[in-house]
C-alpha cells in the first residue's frame, strides 16, 4: 500500500511539472470544451432569437465557468474520452436544467432550442475532440522540436517520472537519461539509461543543449541538492524540484504563502477561497431543487415510518462532520432501535432490528433523504465521505492509518466510496480500509465536474446495488 501511494503521488507531481502554461497543448484542452458548449448556445440563441440575447449570454458564462478550465484528454483512449465527454455534458445539462426549473428560468427559452442544445452540445464537444486530436502533430510542430530532459536521482519518483515521460507523448519531452552516484544499488530499474554521476550534471546539460531539469533526490540528500544546483547556475536549463515528500500521503499538496514565506501544503482541504464558495453554492441549489421536488416523498415516508413501528419517524444520529466536529445527523428511522452510543452495531443482512418497511428504506437510500435538510443547515454536502457513527470513527480511527482525514470535507449524502461499491456493511478492516482510500482519493481530486459524476453515478447505483442492508 504504501509503494502504491508513493508512485502515485510521483506521476501527479511529475505531470505538474512537465504541463506548463506555455503548452499549447494542455492550453487547447483547457478551453476547448467550455467554448464548445458555450458557443452552441450562442448559435441556438442566433438561430431562435435573431441576436445573441442576455439571458443566453448569461446560460453561455455559466457553462463557461463550470467547465473551465476543461479535462486533459489527450491522453486518455478516444473512446474512453469520448463516455467521459458525454458524462460530463450529461452532468452539467442536468445541473443547468435542474437550476432552470428551480429558478423558473426555463420558461424564456423555446423547448424546441433546449432539445435542440440537448443534443447539439454532446455532438458539439464529440466533433471538437476529435478535430483536436487531429490537430496534435500541428501543435507538436509549433510548439517546437521535443524539450530535452534529464533526471537527477534515480529513485523510485524519478522511476516513476521516467515513465510517465514516456507514456506521454504529447508533452514533447525527450529524456535522455538519468544522473545519479549509488548506480550500482539502482537495480529496481535495470532498463533506465545512467549518463553519469552527480559531478557530470552541469557539463552534460551545457554540452547535449538541456533544457529541463528534474531533481528527484531526497530531502535527506541537502548537500548534494545544494551542490548540484550551484553548478547548474551557468546553464539556462529549467529545473524543478520533485520533493522527497512521501512520508505522508499528500492531500491537496501546493504551495502557500504565510507571512509571505513560502510554505508546501501536505494535507489540506480541497474546499478554500472559491472552491469552497463553489461547493456551498452547488449544495444550496441542487438540495432546494431536490427537497422541492420530493417534499410530498418525505411527508409519504414519514407516515409509512410512524405507521408501522414504534419510535419517531426521523432518527437522530451524532457523527463526526468537517475537521472533527460532533453533528446532528438526520434519517428515516429504518430500525426498531435508535443507537447512538459508545457501541453501534452496523446493518447487516437479514437483521432482526430492522422496520417493517426499514429494508426497502435502507435498500433505496430513501432513509437518507432527510440529509438534504442537514445539506441546508451547512452540516453536510450532497458529495463527501459517508458519515459513519462516532463509535466506528473512533474504533476505525486506531486500526486505519489516515482514517481521520476524511474529515477534511463535511460528510456527504453519497460519495466516491459508495459509487465504486463500497456501500453498506464493512464487516472486515479490509473493507474499511478501501472506503478510506477511495475518500482520501476524492479529497486529492475533487472538482464540481467529480462532484456532478458522482451524483449521476448514485442514481444507477441505487437501483442495483446488493450490500445496502
Known amino acids: 500500500m504504501p509503494t502504491r501511494k508513493l508512485l502515485t503521488v510521483s506521476r501527479n507531481t511529475a505531470a505538474d511539472l512537465y504541463l506548463g502554461r506555455d503548452n499549447l497543448i494542455r492550453l487547447g484542452e483547457a478551453l476547448l470544451e467550455p467554448v464548445i458548449l458555450s458557443s452552441t448556445i450562442w448559435g441556438l440563441s442566433i438561430c431562435y432569437e435573431g441576436e445573441i440575447a442576455h439571458h443566453y449570454f448569461i446560460l453561455s458564462v455559466l457553462v463557461f465557468a463550470l467547465l473551465f478550465p476543461g479535462k486533459a484528454r489527450m491522453k486518455d483512449d478516444f473512446w474512453r474520452s469520448c463516455t467521459d465527454i458525454l458524462l460530463s455534458c450529461v452532468a452539467i445539462m442536468a445541473l443547468i436544467l435542474l437550476l432552470g426549473y428551480a429558478t423558473r428560468s426555463l420558461d424564456r427559452f423555446p423547448p424546441e432550442a433546449i432539445v435542440a442544445w440537448l443534443w447539439l452540445g454532446p455532438s458539439a464537444m464529440l466533433l471538437g475532440n476529435l478535430v483536436f486530436r487531429w490537430l496534435l502533430p500541428v501543435l507538436l510542430r509549433l510548439q517546437g522540436g521535443p524539450r530535452r530532459a534529464i533526471i537527477v536521482g534515480l529513485n523510485e519518483q524519478g522511476a516513476a517520472l521516467s515513465q510517465r515521460i514516456a507514456q506521454s507523448p504529447y508533452d514533447n519531452i525527450e529524456l535522455l537519461g538519468f544522473f545519479d552516484d549509488r548506480v550500482e544499488e539502482r537495480t529496481a530499474a535495470p532498463q533506465t539509461r545512467i549518463e553519469g554521476r552527480l559531478v557530470d550534471v552541469a557539463a ?22 545544494l551542490h548540484v544546483l550551484d553548478e547548474l547556475r551557468d546553464t539556462t536549463a529549467s529545473i524543478y524540484f520533485v520533493p522527497d515528500l512521501f ?103 437479514n437483521d432482526s432490528r430492522l422496520t417493517p418497511i426499514g429494508g426497502f428504506l435502507r435498500k433505496t437510500s430513501l432513509d437518507e433523504l432527510p440529509q438534504f435538510i442537514n445539506v441546508l443547515q451547512g452540516r453536510m454536502s450532497i458529495v463527501g465521505p459517508r458519515p459513519h457513527a462516532i463509535a466506528h470513527n473512533e474504533m476505525y480511527r486506531k486500526l486505519i492509518k489516515g482514517y481521520m482525514v476524511r474529515h477534511k470535507a463535511k460528510p456527504g449524502i453519497t460519495g466516491w466510496a459508495q459509487v465504486n461499491g463500497l456501500r453498506g456493511e464493512t464487516e472486515t478492516v479490509d473493507k474499511m480500509a478501501a472506503r478510506i482510500d477511495y475518500d482520501l482519493d476524492y479529497l486529492r481530486n475533487w472538482s464540481l465536474g467529480l462532484d456532478l459524476k458522482i451524483i449521476l453515478m448514485t442514481v444507477g447505483v441505487v437501483f442495483r446495488d446488493q450490500y445496502a442492508y
Not at 552534460?204 to 541538492?225: G, N, T
Not at 408501522?308 to 453533528?327: H, M, N, V
Open 204 to 225: 552534460y546539460v551545457k554540452r547535449e543543449h538541456i533544457q529541463l531539469i528534474y531533481i528527484c533526490l531526497p530531502m535527506a540528500s541537502q548537500p548534494r541538492i
Open 247 to 349: 512520508v505522508t500521503d499528500i492531500i491537496q499538496g501546493r504551495m502557500a504563502h504565510v507571512s509571505n514565506m513560502p510554505v508546501v501544503s501536505v494535507c489540506e482541504t480541497p474546499f478554500t477561497g472559491i472552491n469552497g464558495l463553489v461547493k456551498r453554492c452547488s449544495d444550496i441549489a441542487i438540495s432546494l431543487g431536490i427537497l422541492t421536488l420530493i417534499s410530498p416523498l418525505l411527508l409519504a415516508i414519514a407516515a409509512a415510518v410512524k405507521l408501522t413501528s414504534p419510535g419517531p419517524a426521523i432518527f437522530k444520529q451524532r457523527r463526526y462532520g468537517l475537521d472533527g466536529e460532533d453533528i446532528l445527523v438526520y434519517k428515516f428511522r429504518s430500525m426498531t432501535v435508535c443507537e447512538d452510543g459508545n457501541v453501534v452495531k452496523q446493518a447487516q443482512k
